[in-house]
């Protein structure tokens, strides 16, 4: 059986810098799109998740520079599609994040949904709900589309506390008219850095850290 064998008493010196966490970092790059201007991230994690991320990005007409090895600038100048990449969209859970910030900036999604109805709790209840309320028509056939003309405020109680469902209830509410307020909303470390982003992009998002955001 293999095993760690740690030998204690040895004083510990250096410098180590800890990656970036890619449950913060996947929404982060997703919400990029909310604006038109440059977004330079640093300490992102250099994953196949992330790197997929910014290929759907891409995708969508958004353009990616690398500029070292954790470092990217992103800048949406332009939306040309609403219909992600679907072998690139089913490859990572944390592209459900793009939701949110395509219906914000583009008032549309459209999803394919291979391999049969993936619609049911386990997978996008709490989003569909969320967007719902704030102004969002979804149309399900073999395709999952979301639109939404414009979205406007609400106060919106979530079936859960999902991360991912939070997530985008907070990145759509940030481009709807008016006060949004979410309730039992999720409030784990990586939603909290969100929340920092969006605010650094000129949001105002109260309650940060908390089950209320408003």
Not at 6 to 20: A, D, H, K, M, R
Not at 58 to 66: F, I, K, N, R, S
Not at 162 to 170: K, P, Y
């Amino acid at each position: 059986m293999e095993r760690f064998i740690i030998e204690g008493g040895i004083p510990l010196n250096g410098t180590v810098t800890p990656s970036g966490n890619k449950n913060a970092a996947l929404p982060i790059v997703a919400a990029s799109l909310l604006t038109d201007r440059p977004v330079t991230l640093h300490n992102l994690p250099n994953i196949g998740d992330v790197r997929t991320m910014l290929a759907l990005l891409e995708d969508l007409g958004a353009t990616v520079q690398w500029h070292e090895n954790h470092s990217v600038t992103i800048q949406a100048s332009r939306i040309c599609s609403t219909c992600p990449d679907p072998e690139m969209f089913s490859q990572i859970r944390g592209s459900l994040t793009l939701l949110g910030p395509m219906l914000g900036r583009a008032g549309r999604i459209t999803l394919t949904l291979p391999g049969g109805d993936r619609i049911g709790r386990r997978r996008l209840d709490t989003h569909i709900l969320a967007l719902g309320a704030l102004g969002a028509t979804v149309e399900h056939t073999d395709r999952l589309e979301l639109r939404a003309k414009t979205l406007h405020g609400a106060d919106i109680w979530l079936d859960e506390a999902s991360v991912t469902g939070t997530e985008n209830a907070i990145m759509a509410a940030c481009l709807a008219k008016g006060e949004t307020v979410i309730r039992n909303a999720a409030s784990e470390p990586h939603v909290q850095e969100l929340c920092h982003f969006l605010n650094a992009l000129g949001a105002q998002i109260q309650g940060i850290g908390s089950n209320v955001v408003r």
